[in-house]
């Protein structure tokens, strides 16, 4: 069946340093791709999505981009800010549903 | 607009004692969706309907589990003689229609303790 690979955290990265979160998935056809962020006390909210191959996702600094060759939608920010500490979830839309990745805990120190 | 909300915030109960737990989607969002958030499970998907009905009831994890919807908008999931295992946190989330493009919109949850 469908399913979503992301890399396992924690990811600790001092503020202004790059990020990349990497995110692969195995499903049939060519799914909605999204990725969610959890700050701490709150719930789910979509950062970003792409519906197709080739598109690029972005919001709030952060990038996607859907590459089919590689079944990937790796998440990307230059820059990153104390405020952007979270969980961070890959997840592709499958039959209606949405299957997600474990999850990447990000902590940015000051 | 208001959001997903969700009811009760909090739950603790006892071991085999039944809980219900309660989902508001935003207005108008025909399609409900619920899913659970387990330290050894990750997030996973339960159930969802599309109006009064559930064309996809095949992540509910036993038949303790059972969900409905009345009148296209509030949901209730219920869960029959909890188990320790059940202890997760129970998302409810909502969108415009069912279909890979639109947005999930997730409620705060429900945190189910079962002691």
């Known amino acids: 069946g469908d399913s979503v690979t992301q890399m396992e955290g924690p990811v600790t990265l001092s503020e202004e340093a790059f990020l990349t979160i990497n995110c692969t998935y195995t499903a049939t056809g060519y799914p909605s791709l999204f990725w969610y962020v959890q700050y701490p006390g709150e719930g789910l909210q979509l950062l970003l999505k792409a519906t197709k191959a080739d598109d690029k996702g972005s919001n709030k600094g952060f990038e996607a981009t859907y590459r089919k060759e590689t079944t990937s939608f790796h998440l990307e920010k230059g820059s990153v800010q104390v405020s952007d500490s979270a969980v961070y979830f890959c997840?592709?839309?499958?039959?209606?549903?949405?299957?997600f990745g474990s999850g990447t805990r990000l902590l940015v120190r000051p | 607009g208001a959001g997903v909300s969700q009811s009760p915030s909090n739950k603790v109960t006892e071991k085999g004692k039944d809980v219900e737990l309660r989902c508001d989607p935003i207005s108008g969002h025909t399609a409900l969706y619920w899913y659970r958030q387990s330290l050894g499970q990750g997030l996973e998907f339960l159930i969802y309907f599309q109006g009064n009905s559930a064309p996809d009831k095949s992540g509910l994890p036993s038949d303790r589990f059972s969900a409905e919807r009345t009148g296209g908008s509030v949901s209730t999931l219920t869960i029959q003689r909890t188990q320790q295992e059940d202890s997760a946190v129970y998302l409810c989330a909502s969108s415009p229609i069912a279909g890979g493009q639109n947005e999930q919109f997730f409620g705060p949850g429900t945190r189910l303790t079962v002691l």
């Open positions: 997840a592709l839309h499958s039959s209606y549903k949405l299957i």
